[in-house]
């Protein structure tokens, strides 16, 4: 069974930071696409990072561009997410995404990704 496991989220004040992580079993994702979003409740899920599937391409949403890093670590299969100078509009769930390997877009487009966790609640307070 394929699984997405997120973690690291929590209760944090303003301008400070938090690490999420993302741990994959059930099958390796080293050469997908993957990538991190966010949701508040009553809005649309939000695009926030995307990652190639060797690390060398990125694509970040405007909103954490400058304050967040996706990093992956192919060996651990785990997916990362850095947010520096976090703000209350960061407050969220976040969630890991993969894309099929038939794929391969770093973009930020949920329809394109296939495989999700269930996500890890960031309250970020003023």
């Known amino acids: 069974q394929v699984q997405l496991v997120e973690s690291g989220g929590g209760l944090v004040q303003a301008g400070g930071s938090l690490r999420l992580s993302c741990a994959a079993s059930?099958?390796?994702?080293?050469?997908?696409?993957m990538g991190w979003f966010r949701q508040v409740p009553g809005k649309e899920r939000e695009f926030v990072a995307a990652i190639s599937w060797s690390g060398g391409r990125t694509y970040y949403a405007d909103s954490v561009k400058g304050r967040g890093t996706i990093s992956r670590d192919n060996v651990k299969n785990t997916l990362y997410l850095q947010m520096n100078s976090l703000k209350p509009e960061d407050t969220a769930v976040y969630y890991c995404?993969?894309?099929?390997?038939?794929?391969?877009?770093?973009?930020?487009?949920?329809?394109?990704?296939?495989?999700w966790g269930q996500g890890t609640q960031v309250t970020v307070s003023s």
């Open positions: 995404a993969a894309q099929g390997l038939e794929r391969g877009n770093v973009d930020g487009n949920s329809s394109l990704y296939d495989y």
């Open positions: 059930g099958r390796t994702f080293r050469r997908n696409v």
